[in-house]
């Protein structure tokens, strides 16, 4: 693996194929994010996005945890700055990782967050913006704000409703409780289960194959997907109409039409000819 940031390695990214694989990379501290990390992680996506020859993204933690949410020490220093600063550092803060939970949730291209370990509050958020999580046995899930006096502000209160439905949603919160990967599975909270050791690989091999569809259709696919909670059906269909214009006019529509159309001729060339029923 490469870092992100050639003078950081808290993020690893490594493509391989179609598919590229971002490691959140500082297991001593559980892969709690930082501002240092919060930045490279930003650059690492718009890399990805970037990036043709990639057409999938697996995120993943080093070592025994996925991600622990935010950094303590992070924490310590929001806490100690003025008390007339607080608010204005602590809004400033909110935006930067609004940002890039948002690059995330918006890539272009099919994510899959694979759940190594424990995967609280904004490591829980983390997880949840992806398209798909795919969790080993030892993943666990917790939204621990509340036990911090706090609210989730990494978009749990978005992503997590979506998922395993509003009162569901409200009572992880309001607890503050870990979820295991058998509940989390039960309650939609996640997709698949897997073994440890091939945790990554299946994640992997999951996104492949979601990244084999024409790069055009599944970012339009997508963004009008994760629009429809909130449009009514009028708008997804004026949004649908201009995505399928693009499409029209895209090299992967034109060439699979060009071979259906050639098959069709072959087959009924070889029935004029007797060569087929």
């Known amino acids: 693996m490469t870092p992100a940031n050639p003078e950081s390695d808290a993020i690893l990214l490594e493509a391989e194929g179609p598919v590229a694989t971002l490691t959140l990379n500082r297991p001593k501290a559980r892969n709690a994010i930082d501002d240092a990390m919060r930045a490279d992680l930003m650059a690492a996506l718009d890399h990805v996005a970037r990036t043709d020859s990639v057409k999938a993204l697996v995120i993943t933690g080093a070592g025994k945890g996925f991600c622990a949410g935010g950094d303590v020490k992070s924490m310590q220093a929001r806490l100690s700055v003025p008390p007339g600063e607080v608010a204005l550092n602590g809004w400033r803060r909110q935006q930067r990782t609004h940002h890039a939970i948002s690059m995330l949730h918006a890539l272009p291209k099919p994510t899959i967050a694979a759940v190594n370990g424990a995967a609280t509050g904004l490591g829980c958020d983390v997880a949840l913006c992806c398209d798909f999580i795919i969790a080993s046995e030892e993943a666990r899930f917790a939204m621990t704000y509340i036990l911090r006096g706090l609210i989730p502000d990494g978009g749990g209160m978005y992503f997590l409703p979506r998922r395993v439905g509003l009162p569901k949603a409200k009572e992880l919160i309001f607890t503050g409780r870990t979820v295991e990967p058998e509940e989390a599975l039960r309650l939609g909270m996640i997709d698949r289960v897997t073994g440890a050791e091939t945790l990554v690989a299946d994640a992997q091999a999951w996104a492949a194959e979601l990244g084999k569809g024409a ?46 159309l050639e098959g069709v001729a072959q087959r009924r060339a070889a029935k004029e000819k007797g060569e087929a029923p």
């Open 215 to 260: 790069p055009a259709a599944l970012a339009l696919s997508k963004g009008i997907l994760d629009a429809t909670f909130e449009l009514p059906v009028e708008q997804v269909f004026a949004m649908g109409s201009q995505a399928q214009a693009i499409c029209y006019s895209s090299r992967e529509h034109q060439e699979s039409v060009a071979a259906f």
